[in-house]
């Protein structure tokens, strides 16, 4: 799907606002962009927790979290962790990811990616976005690693920057799932560890499967404007059980198991999950196919609701997935990329809590300099993309 308008749409702001509301009514405030919805178990499992006094990172609800997330994706194992950035940052670790390396990563992506990366002491290299999924295009990855790499004796290496580039890290823009197949094949081409950040698309399937649960190493996020929240709170997702065990041992502090002894065997991580937002998750999953049924009429309406205006298509899950569209987006034509801002001034003004995408990497400061390969299409989303108001608990017009 290419965006190629002729002329600028004849359009004003408040036929943006009215299509919202449309959708979703006249807001009685404002309607953030997504908040939790707390239904279910709750306070009946926090005070469960709070009776039992195991709050901290052990705990039976850390246990039932982890056996329910590897329910419902699939995954062989699933070990919860503080936040999705622990998460990647676990992840880039136990994929071999050294100081030095280069990862390969989106520039239209959540700063969390790209801190990750950081952390491991290596270098960020972004490549373009898709127009269709939003997330990493399968063919500029291809492109970038034909235009910059070669195979060496230490592995996939940028013949620009000498750097080994140690693993690629597509993520599912709002839920909307990648290209996986195209770029694991690029990955298993070039001998490069895949890291698939999931953070945002829990309930999300690439060809009937779960994101995160058919690649070596995932990782989600149960922040508190995600479809379930644990409050704060990620996950490792993986296949293979070796892995699972290290990726356990590493974000608990490298603790060798003993009932008394304080032995650790190498330097760790403090990122386990606490059982008192363990128990807020366990609740929260119970309701995640309720949220994911909202969501998609949610969806659904958004999409009616701008079907006819000329100038701005919604964003629809791609081909042969299922989207959790954690986050409902519009995008503006090229030519009315400049109406972008006065747009979310009319919704914010009206109580929608629309939002633009996030800044690229690329013109972050700290990133400035990092390489990176044609960008034009995340820059065009970027110009043009709005989020709106995306909660599972909002009620479209015609329910």
Avoid at 111 to 119: D, E, F, H
Avoid at 166 to 176: C, N, Q, S
Avoid at 260 to 282: Q, S, T
Avoid at 347 to 365: E, V
Wanted: glycine share 8%.
């Amino acid at each position: 799907m290419v965006d190629t308008p002729a002329t600028r749409s004849d359009f004003e702001p408040k036929t943006i606002v009215d299509a919202v509301r449309r959708a979703v009514g006249t807001p009685n405030g404002i309607l953030g962009l997504h908040e939790p919805v707390f239904a279910g178990n709750e306070i009946a499992y926090l005070e469960e927790c709070i009776k039992s006094t195991f709050v901290s990172s052990v705990g039976p609800f850390v246990d039932r979290f982890e056996r329910m997330l590897e329910e419902v994706t699939g995954a062989k194992r699933a070990v919860a962790v503080v936040n999705g950035t622990a998460a990647l940052h676990a992840c880039f670790r136990l994929a071999g990811v050294e100081p030095g390396d280069e990862v390969i990563s989106p520039a239209l992506t959540f700063i969390a990616t790209t801190n990750a990366i950081a952390y491991c002491g290596a270098t960020p290299h972004f490549v373009d976005s898709s127009l269709v999924t939003l997330g990493m295009d399968a063919r500029a990855l291809a492109t970038r690693l034909d235009e910059i790499a070669e195979r060496t004796a230490k592995g996939t290496v940028n013949r620009e920057t000498g750097r080994r580039i140690a693993a690629i890290a597509p993520m599912h823009t709002f839920g909307h799932p990648v290209e996986l197949d195209e770029i694991a094949a690029t990955a298993r081409e070039w001998g490069v560890a895949l890291v698939e950040d999931a953070a945002e698309s829990l309930g999300s399937t690439y060809k009937g499967h779960a994101v995160g649960s058919q690649t070596r190493l995932a990782a989600l996020s149960f922040n508190g404007n995600k479809i379930v929240t644990t409050g704060g709170g990620g996950a490792i997702l993986t296949n293979d059980e070796e892995l699972g065990r290290r990726a356990k041992h590493l974000t608990t502090t490298a603790k060798l198991p003993h009932k008394w002894a304080f032995v650790h065997d190498e330097i760790g991580f403090n990122y386990r999950l606490p059982n008192l937002n363990a128990a807020l998750g366990c609740a929260q999953l119970e309701q995640l196919d309720g949220f994911l049924s909202s969501k998609r009429k949610l969806a659904l309406a958004y999409e009616r609701a701008f079907a006819d205006i000329p100038g701005i298509r919604f964003s629809r899950e791609p081909k042969d997935t299922t989207s959790n569209y954690w986050l409902n987006a519009i995008l503006l034509d090229e030519n009315n990329a400049d109406r972008r801002d006065d747009l979310l001034a009319a919704l914010n003004d009206a109580g929608f809590g629309a939002r633009p995408a996030w800044t690229l990497m690329h013109k972050l400061p700290m990133f400035a300099q990092n390489p990176r390969g044609d960008l034009s299409a995340a820059e065009s989303i970027e110009r043009r993309l709005i989020n709106l108001p995306s909660s599972a608990s909002i009620r479209v017009r015609d329910e």
